[in-house]
């Protein structure tokens, strides 16, 4: 019984722990409209301009991140988890964090570049 009160206390100190967190506090769990509203310097740029500016930002929308089946830890937590510790079973759930962080900073890149897209088409750029 002692057992089970001091792995609910621990339980109860890592969650207010984590809720206590300041990034997780402003964290939005679903993703809201973008209002496309371009700069008053990007409506001067011309087309190259707005090119290059999407070329400049593509990078950012990269992620070498493994997925949950190509990374080689996840299996290792799993099986840990089942034969030794169920503590091992922490991994995934840090690896979910780092996946939501990640996405934390592709979404913004990827709403830039949609709005200069946009601007792009509203020029008819695509037209030659």
Same mark, same amino acid.
Request: glycine share 0%.
């Given at each position: 019984m002692l057992l089970k009160a001091?792995? @609910?206390?621990?339980?109860m100190v890592v969650?207010?722990?984590?809720?206590s967190m300041p990034s997780l506090q402003a964290a939005?769990?679903?993703?809201t409209p973008v209002a496309a509203t371009p700069l008053p310097q990007e409506l001067a740029w011309d087309c190259f301009r707005l090119e290059q500016e999407i070329a400049a930002l @593509?990078?950012?929308t990269y992620s070498y991140k493994p997925s949950f089946y190509d990374n080689p830890y996840q299996g290792g937590a799993i099986l840990l988890g089942t034969t030794v510790s169920p503590l091992a079973f922490a991994y995934p759930v840090y690896?979910?964090?780092?996946d939501y962080r990640e996405a934390s900073?592709?979404?913004p890149a990827q709403d830039r570049i949609q709005q200069l897209q946009r601007l792009k088409a509203d020029r008819h750029c695509f037209e030659s």
């Open positions: 001091s792995r @609910i206390w621990w339980y969650v207010s722990w984590l809720v939005q769990l679903f993703r @593509i990078p950012l690896d979910y964090y780092l900073r592709v979404i």
